[in-house]
T-cell receptor, first 114, second 114 residues
Framework: DAGVIQSPRHEVTEMGQEVTLRCKPISGHDYLFWYRQTMMRGLELLIY????????DSGMPEDRFSAKMPNASFSTLKIQPSEPRDSAVYFC????????????FGPGTRLTVL | AQSVTQLGSHVSVSEGALVLLRCNYS??????LFWYVQYPNQGLQLLLK??????LVKGINGFEAEFKKSETSFHLTKPSAHMSDAAEYFC????????????FGTGTSLTVIP
């Protein structure tokens, strides 16, 4: 298995631009999580899905952030408009009950907003 | 509600010395417990996990952890530190009734001194 795949690995954009981060979970996993990691705030859960349905989005910082999961093999996290304070590493993870909730993390997307 | 406390945000040990990273959890139901490691500029990688059964769990790279219910602890140890162990370590708890959601600790940065 290829593991969780995220793209792009690095993104540099200017303030005000739209940013879209992509994630492909491990096949067969029915949970998908989006996290943000910064030096100041550590690892934060933004939103998670079960069977493509958003379950808890209370961690989404504000309306500029949105996430979708149109099918079991693809999810996006969109920031529109982006701001410098959104600069962080964004991780996607997936899991399944059959693995006792163990989450498998992708390599992350390092976002820099200038 | 579930929560995780990692004592010591930074730990330094000499090469060859014992590594001890502390993790205490709070859970109203039997927990699943995890230790993840994050090397610089990489995603989180599972070190070991406790789900059921034997309370002493062995993981990769010589690490192990013991689930102590009476102390609500899941401390991570390694008998002899290696330079390659320098990384950020995260403890996490999940339960069967939290929808596969993880509650992560704030992380402990391990430095190994030659």
């Amino acid at each position: 298995d290829a593991g969780v795949i995220q793209s792009p690995r690095h993104e540099v954009t200017e303030m005000g631009q739209e940013v879209t981060l992509r994630c492909k979970p491990i096949s067969g996993h029915d949970y998908l999580f989006w996290y943000r990691q910064t030096m100041m705030r550590g690892l934060e859960l933004l939103i998670y899905f079960n069977n493509n349905v958003p379950i808890d989005d209370s961690g989404m910082p504000e309306d500029r952030f949105s996430a979708k999961m149109p099918n079991a093999s693809f999810s996006t996290l969109k920031i529109q408009p982006s701001e410098p304070r959104d600069s962080a590493v964004y991780f996607c993870a997936s899991s399944s009950w059959t693995h006792y909730n163990e989450q498998f993390f992708g390599p992350g997307t390092r976002l820099t907003v200038l | 509600a579930q929560s995780v406390t990692q004592l010591g945000s930074h730990v330094s040990v000499s090469e060859g010395a014992l590594v001890l990273l502390r993790c205490n959890y709070s859970s109203s139901v039997p927990p699943y417990l995890f230790w993840y490691v994050q090397y610089p500029n990489q995603g989180l990688q599972l070190l070991l996990k406790y789900t059921t059964g034997a309370t002493l769990v062995k993981g990769i790279n010589g690490f192990e952890a013991e689930f102590k219910k009476s102390e609500t602890s899941f401390h991570l140890t390694k008998p002899s530190a290696h330079m390659s162990d320098a990384a950020e370590y995260f403890c996490a708890v999940s339960t069967s009734n939290t929808g596969n959601q993880f509650y992560f600790g704030t992380g402990t940065s391990l430095t190994v001194i030659p």
